[in-house]
């Protein structure tokens, strides 16, 4: 059982997801940024019910319904308990499951800090978001949406059905397509893939825009050349966001999209399929009862 401190709250969980980080911790990928103390239990998500909370705990009482994306510190959430600083807590959306609750603070909050918090993206601009069937990208089509954007995605034809059902109002196929000579003049991409996609997303953006990134630091060179800005982010906890995503969520506004459930038991399988880049939406992990 995890050792409780005076202002940790225990989640009993009931679902947990994987996303891509958490392979790349377990390979050594991140361990220049992020220094952890094995033996580890990975895991970045989780919902649940508050099992006890520490002396100091003012903000949850058991048998609360929760969700989090914990901090990196200690051990994540691919357990059956985990103790979380309550400042790190939301209270999960009364309209979804604990599973569709597991799967979306981590792309979440992602999705919120690089469309309102760096790109501050607003009513009438245009977004090209990269992956839009992904992880991130699902969560993302929906935010930018629910905040009066026009949204272009890229993803291949397949998914094309559901992107637009998320409120994509234009879809790319990037196998068949080339997205740096459809689209022009847009105030902000919001790129989950990197790469030549990423040195490519230049060309589109409009004199100061900008390119968020969440899988590698944009060129200055670049920007510079195109005058625009670019942006590199890492996230962490944020519970003032997931108070906003519950509201939207409960508002109808965003949806999780979950491609694929495993028990906890079946967790290298779930790894395999994220490793594959064949999910789609995200991959959820159920773990136990309520």
Avoid at 168 to 174: M, Q
């Amino acid at each position: 059982m995890p050792a409780l401190g005076a202002t940790d709250v225990l989640v009993k969980t009931v679902a947990t997801s994987v996303n891509p980080v958490d392979w790349k911790i377990r390979e050594g990928y991140l361990k220049t940024m992020i220094n952890y103390t094995m033996p580890l239990i990975l895991g970045l998500d989780v919902s649940g019910v508050v099992e006890a909370v520490g002396k100091d705990v003012s903000r949850f009482k058991v048998g609360d319904a929760v969700y989090s994306r914990p901090a990196t510190n200690r051990n994540g959430t691919y357990a059956e308990f985990v103790a979380i600083n309550e400042k790190e807590i939301s209270r999960k959306p009364n309209t979804i499951s604990h599973v569709e609750a597991a799967s979306l603070p981590l792309v979440g909050i992602t999705a919120w800090e690089g469309l309102i918090t760096h790109a501050k993206l607003s009513a009438g601009q245009k977004v090209l978001i990269h992956g839009g069937s992904g992880g991130v990208g699902t969560l993302a089509i929906q935010l930018a949406k629910s905040k009066g954007a026009f949204v272009i995605t890229t993803t291949s034809s397949k998914n094309e059905a559901l992107v637009k059902a998320l409120g994509a109002d234009e879809v790319i196929d990037y196998k068949t397509q080339a997205f740096e000579t459809l689209v022009k003049n847009i105030d902000v991409v919001f790129d989950t893939i990197g790469g030549k996609t990423q040195e490519l997303s230049w060309q589109v953006l409009k004199e100061g825009g900008i390119l968020v990134s969440t899988v590698g630091q944009p060129s200055e060179a670049l920007a510079t050349k195109f005058k625009a800005r670019g942006v590199f982010f890492f996230i962490g906890p944020n519970a003032e966001i997931l108070d906003n995503l519950a509201k939207l969520v409960e508002a109808g506004k965003i949806r999780p999209v979950i491609g694929a459930e495993f028990a906890l038991a079946d967790i290298a399988k779930a790894h395999a399929l994220s490793e594959s880049g064949r999910a789609i939406g995200k991959i959820a992990l159920y773990v136990g009862q309520p």
